[in-house]
């Protein structure tokens, strides 16, 4: 039975080699400890086949615990029990300490197991080996005690059984004189050089190693003839008699004779070569993207800072290209990650092919890459390389048996002009790919001062937004929504304005998009929820006809919130009548994780609430979802009806929403209506509803309860009447995301 010891001071560690070491054979017995001492104190009475320890531990490290092992004495038998040192240090000390301080071998944490099995087994076969000697030796000594006239017949039997011994070690082993001449040679070592012990012994160590190996191996052996003392183990690659390269760890030691003088040195090498693969393996893994094969951020870090310490050295100029995916995320929601995943492989193949042999190209994570373009000397090289892979990004993917199109937003910054490290460069490549997307997406910009003061604006404003909320500082306006038959007020839409201290109201087009950015937009947007449903319940209360209250939603909520327990909550808290509130969300929410929305709406329908489309046909050109959800209302977005007096192709657009509607029985209201002749049209096609600047902008509650007392005259004139003069731009819709818009 074979007894492995395992020294780890972390619990989970020692169970896994336990586990490990016991299924090695089914005689092993596993002794397991935290603490070195006390495993110490069991080797001063019991003996082991190998040691597994672990390098770093609080109290005493590896190389001390082998260290102090080693010293325990001959009659504990631990001077020859094989030591394996577990260390998750990289670096060369560490494991020539474990060496030096007599380890057998070592391994570099995470283990691979396989590779941990591979080495205790190989080392156990050692250790039995050794035993088997050591046998044989005890044996050896007592027939000479018994008869001393056999002395010399046992000695020469017992170097034979030790040579046969050693032939058996998997370890390459040979000695070689003070003249470089080999005096012996272990099979293994004679087979890897294509040869046999017979035909070696006697030759230069040149006829064993090669002509370069073996002067190295005459230049240690000096050394330790000088020294008298063993050499720390080296790596070393070396060419077996088939041409293949392997790696060894070589140790060198001196052999004395009889007087005590260094008659040979020994030389033993152990092959690591399966080890040293698995750690490029892992180093590969470590800096490289499982699922593209491309370098990954860490890689990109690194090359960076050689590049910019090329540039610091001499004139060196460089360009960073960090380029985003436009409309991956449908790809993912829609068809699924192994779809999407497929996508990415795709686009990689393709930024391969735009590039040159010497770029580097990254994948930093989802859909985000980079590209470090070397050996340039103006930025029109880096524009001319942004406008080849936006072009090749813009072609259709074929994946899956589907036809995808996405393309890409990328921002560039240049060495030295925009950042002196790899982290300014990263951050303002990045401002720069935002405001490509902000700018109509799929394009380029290079980076420019302005976009980091912009950057900096934002964070203030982040952080006003935190103490207006704090604070109290928001508050609502509402826009009248008026029924074309009857002229009366039947809804409002809920519009946020921001009251900062000492400044004018502010509209949201100047903060939601931080605001969702920073991800205040949760908060800010329930608060929204809540006001806008305590504000109905007090117009009721104050005898006010009902009416509907709209309000918008963020895609965001969808992905971060439960909306449904959110719009109950308020719903409750507030007491207002679920049939009044009136969600207005955009058809990308819809489209976004198109089943589970689904299901949220159905809740809320449920009980009561009504669902509207905002800005509807700007969107997806697929109407299937209409009649998936379920939906009372639809929205023509202002940007059609702004233009349906004057272009044809709007008008129609108009009439057909309308049409339409009608035909899934849903209510069609039109929004942003700022002209007679625009009401006039829109009646005329048999819109239901409308609001505007026609009628009124959105005001505070005071004032919108004072509107709700004064019907609405409805204009009878024909389409060709004067029409009233259109407001500024200024009056119109609100700017900003697809949520809590106002004037």
């Not at 492995?4 to 400890?33: C, H, M, P, Q, Y």
């Not at 006809?545 to 507030?574: C, H, K, T, Y």
């Not at 939906?631 to 339409?660: C, H, W």
Request: hydrophobic share 40%; glycine share 8%.
């Amino acid at each position: 039975m074979a007894t492995i010891l395992i020294l780890d001071d972390r619990t989970t560690n020692r169970d896994i080699f336990a586990r490990l070491a016991v299924s090695l054979d089914k005689d092993v017995r596993v002794e397991a400890f935290g603490d070195p001492r006390r495993a110490l104190d069991w080797l001063r009475d019991n003996s082991a086949d190998l040691v597994v320890t672990d390098f770093r531990m609080p109290e005493m490290d590896g190389a001390e615990f082998t260290r102090q092992l080693r010293s325990l004495g001959p009659g504990s038998g631990a001077a020859d029990v094989p030591v394996i040192v577990i260390t998750a240090y990289n670096d060369r000390a560490y494991r020539l300490r474990a060496l030096e301080a007599g380890a057998t071998d070592f391994l570099l944490s995470p283990v691979d197991h396989y590779e941990f099995m591979t080495r205790a087994r190989n080392l156990l076969r050692m250790r039995w080996q050794q035993q088997i000697i050591q046998r044989r030796a005890a044996s050896l000594e007592q027939e000479l005690e018994d008869s001393a006239r056999s002395q010399e017949e046992l000695l020469r039997h017992s170097r034979r059984a030790l040579a046969q011994v050693i032939d058996t070690v998997p370890a390459m082993i040979s000695a070689a004189d003070r003249q470089g001449r080999c005096v012996f040679v272990n099979a293994w070592q004679a087979r890897f050089s294509g040869s046999t012990p017979d035909a070696l012994v006697g030759n230069p160590v040149e006829a064993l190693f090669g002509p370069e190996r073996g002067r190295r191996s005459r230049a240690l052996d000096l050394l330790v003839f000088e020294s008298g003392e063993a050499l720390p183990g080296r790596e070393e690659e070396a060419v077996d008699a088939d041409g293949q390269a392997r790696i060894f760890i070589t140790t060198k030691a001196p052999l004395r004779g009889a007087r005590g003088e260094i008659e040979s040195v020994l030389t033993t090498s152990l092959e690591i070569t399966d080890r040293k693969h698995a750690e490029q393996r892992l180093g590969h893994l470590a800096h490289h993207d499982p699922l593209t094969g491309l370098p990954n951020r860490a890689f990109l870090r690194n090359r960076l800072r050689r590049e910019l310490a090329r540039g610091r050295r001499g004139d060196h100029i460089f360009a960073l290209l960090f380029l985003d995916l436009d409309r991956f995320k449908p790809v993912n929601d829609v068809f699924g990650h192994h779809l999407g995943d497929e996508l990415l492989r795709a686009v990689a193949e393709r930024l391969r092919h735009v590039t040159q042999e010497n770029d580097i190209i990254a994948r930093l994570g989802g859909d985000e890459f980079a590209i470090v373009q070397t050996g340039i000397s103006q930025a029109e090289e880096a524009a001319t390389l942004a406008e080849k892979v936006v072009a090749s990004l813009s072609e259709p993917f074929h994946c899956g048996g589907q036809t995808l199109t996405v393309g890409a937003s990328i921002g560039i910054t240049l060495y030295p002009r925009d950042g002196t490290d790899a982290a300014e460069l990263l951050r303002n490549a990045d401002l720069a790919m935002y405001r490509a997307k902000a700018e109509g997406r799929n394009g380029w910009r290079f980076f420019a001062a302005a976009m980091d003061a912009r950057a900096r604006e934002a964070m203030q404003i982040e952080a006003a937004l935190r103490e207006g909320l704090a604070r109290g500082e928001f508050l609502l306006h509402y826009q009248p929504q008026v029924d074309l038959r009857t002229g009366r007020i039947t809804g409002a839409e809920a519009l946020l304005r921001w009251q900062r201290s000492g400044q004018t109201l502010m509209g949201p087009g100047r903060f939601l998009p931080v605001a969702e950015e920073s991800g205040l937009i949760g908060p800010i947007n329930e608060w929204v929820l809540g006001e806008a449903c305590r504000q109905a319940v007090r117009w009721r209360e104050a005898g006010l006809p009902p009416i509907r209250m709209g309000v918008n939603l963020s895609p965001i909520q969808f992905r971060r919130q439960d909306v449904a327990a959110m719009v109950l909550r308020a719903l409750a808290e507030s007491g207002m009548n679920p049939a009044q509130l009136d969600l207005e969300l955009t058809e990308g929410i819809l489209m976004e994780q198109a089943p589970e929305t689904a299901a949220v709406l159905q809740t809320l329908r449920t009980r009561g609430v009504r669902i509207s489309v905002d800005d509807f046909g700007t969107g997806y050109s697929s109407l299937n979802y209409v009649k998936n959800f379920p939906i009372d209302r639809l929205k023509i977005d202002q940007s059609f009806v702004r233009g349906m007096t004057t272009e044809p192709n709007d008008a129609a657009i108009v009439r057909t929403i309308v049409e339409l509607g009608h035909m899934l029985r849903l209510q069609v209201i039109a929004e942003g209506v700022e002209t007679e002749a625009q009401l006039l049209q829109l009646k005329a096609e048999g819109c239901d509803e409308v609001q505007g600047f026609y009628y009124s902008e959105a005001v505070p509650p005071a004032d919108f309860a004072e509107l709700m007392g004064h019907p609405v005259a409805i204009p009878r004139a024909s389409l060709a009447a004067a029409a009233r003069p259109e407001l500024p731009e200024s009056k119109g819709q609100d700017a900003g995301p697809q949520l809590l818009r106002g004037p």
